[in-house]
C-alpha cells in the first residue's frame, strides 16, 4: 500500500470518528431528515376532514332532520346542531367552529310546496383555505340529498334549493390576509429563539463563561440582564413586521395595539425562553443554530396553522401542535387582524403561552452552571 493511499485511509478514519463523536453531525444526517420527513408526511395537508359546522334551525321537521343526517353522515364534516343564530355567530368569532349553516324558519314550508327555498353558509374567512373546502363540500352534500328527496317525492330532476355563501372577517378570500399574521409569528420566533440561542453558547466558545461565573452574579440575573436588549430587539421587529403588513400587504387590522402589543410581549418572551435553553444546553454556536432552527422555523411554518389548517392534521400531530407557543400566538394574531379584540379567545392563549415560558425560564435557570466544573 503506496504512503498516498494510507494518508488518505488515515484522513478518512479520522474524519469519521470525528463526524461519529460529533452529535451534530449525527442530528443533522438522521434525525433532521426522520423529522422532517414526519412533519411533512403528517403534517402538510390540503385536505379539510372533520370540520366543525353549525346547524342552526328554529324549527325540526322529518325533511329537515333527513338534511341534517346527511351532513352526519359525511366524514368531512361534524355537524353540531344549535337553535339559535346568535350562539352560533358567537361560537365561530371564537374559533370553536369554522362555518354555520342556517335554515329560514319556512325551509320546510316551502320545499313540501315545491318552492325555490334557500340554505345560507357562513364561513370563516380568515381560514381561506378551509372556507373554500368547506363550500365545496356544503355544496355536494346539499346537491346529493336535493337529488335523493326528489328521487323520493317521484321528480327526476333536483329539487329547487339554492346554497348562498356568505364570508366573515376576509370577505374577498385573500391568502395574503390569512398568511401574513402567520409570517409575523414565524419571523418573531426565528429572531427571538436564533439570536439568544447563541448568547450563551458564544459565552462558553470565548471563554468569557468563566469570567461572569467567577463574580457573586445569579443566573436569574444573568439571564434578565441579556434577555431585556433581546425582548427590546423583538418588540422593534414586531413593528416593523406590523407597519409592512398594514402599509405595504394592505392586511386589515381590525383589533387594538393594545392586544397586539400584549399577545406579541408573551410569544417574543417564550422564543426568547426557547432560546436561552438551547444555548444553555449546548454551549456549542452552530449546535445552538441547528437547535433553534429545527425548534423554530420548521414547527411554527407546519405545526402552528400559519400555514396549514391544524384541524385536518392527524390528531398525534394536533396533539404535538399544543406544545408550540407558535399554535397560540398565530390563533390570536388572526383575530386581531380579521377580527379584531375577542378576550375570551386571547386569555386561554395568553395563558397558555405564559404558563410555556415560565417552564422553560425554570428549566434554564436549573440548567445554568452555578460554578465552574
Known amino acids: 500500500m503506496s504512503k498516498q493511499l494510507r494518508r488518505l485511509l488515515a484522513l478518512m478514519k479520522k474524519e469519521t470518528l470525528q463526524v461519529w463523536r460529533d452529535p451534530s453531525c449525527i442530528l443533522i444526517a438522521f434525525v433532521l431528515p426522520m423529522i422532517l420527513l414526519f412533519i411533512f408526511g403528517f403534517g402538510l395537508s390540503l385536505d379539510a376532514k372533520h370540520v366543525k359546522v353549525a346547524f342552526v334551525t328554529e324549527e325540526y321537521s322529518p325533511i329537515i332532520g333527513s338534511l341534517w343526517s346527511s351532513f352526519q353522515a359525511s366524514e368531512y364534516i361534524d355537524s353540531i346542531y344549535y337553535e339559535n343564530l346568535r350562539n352560533a355567530e358567537e361560537d365561530l368569532v371564537n374559533n370553536r367552529i369554522m362555518g354555520v349553516i342556517v335554515l329560514k324558519n319556512n325551509f320546510a314550508k316551502q320545499l313540501l310546496a315545491s318552492e325555490s327555498c334557500e340554505i345560507q353558509l357562513i364561513t370563516d374567512g380568515s381560514q381561506t383555505n378551509t372556507a373554500e373546502i368547506l363550500n365545496n363540500y356544503v355544496t355536494g352534500i346539499v346537491f346529493q340529498w336535493r337529488t335523493q328527496q326528489g328521487q323520493d317525492r317521484g321528480i327526476r330532476t333536483p329539487i329547487a334549493v339554492e346554497l348562498r355563501q356568505r364570508i ?30 447563541l448568547i450563551v453558547a458564544r459565552e462558553w466558545e470565548r471563554g468569557t463563561m468563566e469570567a461572569m461565573l467567577a463574580t457573586p452574579i445569579r443566573p436569574k440575573d444573568m439571564i434578565l440582564g441579556k434577555l431585556i436588549p433581546y425582548y427590546v430587539l423583538g418588540v422593534i421587529s414586531t413593528v416593523v413586521c406590523l407597519l409592512f403588513s398594514i402599509f405595504l400587504f394592505r392586511t386589515p387590522f381590525r383589533g387594538s395595539i393594545g392586544a397586539m402589543f400584549l399577545v406579541s410581549t408573551m410569544f417574543i418572551l417564550a422564543s426568547l425562553a426557547l432560546g436561552f435553553l438551547i444555548s444553555t444546553l449546548t454551549k456549542n454556536q452552530y449546535q445552538a443554530s441547528v437547535l433553534a432552527f429545527m425548534f423554530t422555523f420548521l414547527p411554527n411554518t407546519t405545526l402552528s396553522g400559519a400555514v396549514f389548517e391544524i384541524n385536518s392534521m392527524p390528531l398525534p400531530i394536533r396533539i404535538v401542535t399544543y406544545i408550540f407557543p407558535a399554535r397560540y400566538y398565530v390563533t390570536c394574531l388572526q383575530t386581531i387582524f380579521m377580527t379584531g379584540d375577542v378576550w375570551p379567545l386571547f386569555l386561554p392563549n395568553l395563558a397558555v403561552m405564559a404558563f410555556i415560558t415560565m417552564l422553560l425560564f425554570a428549566i434554564t435557570i436549573i440548567k445554568t452552571p452555578k460554578r465552574l466544573q
Open 168 to 197: 366573515l372577517f376576509n370577505p374577498e378570500l385573500k391568502s395574503c390576509n390569512a398568511l401574513i399574521p402567520g409570517s409575523i409569528a414565524i419571523i418573531t420566533a426565528i429572531i427571538g429563539t436564533l439570536l439568544t440561542s
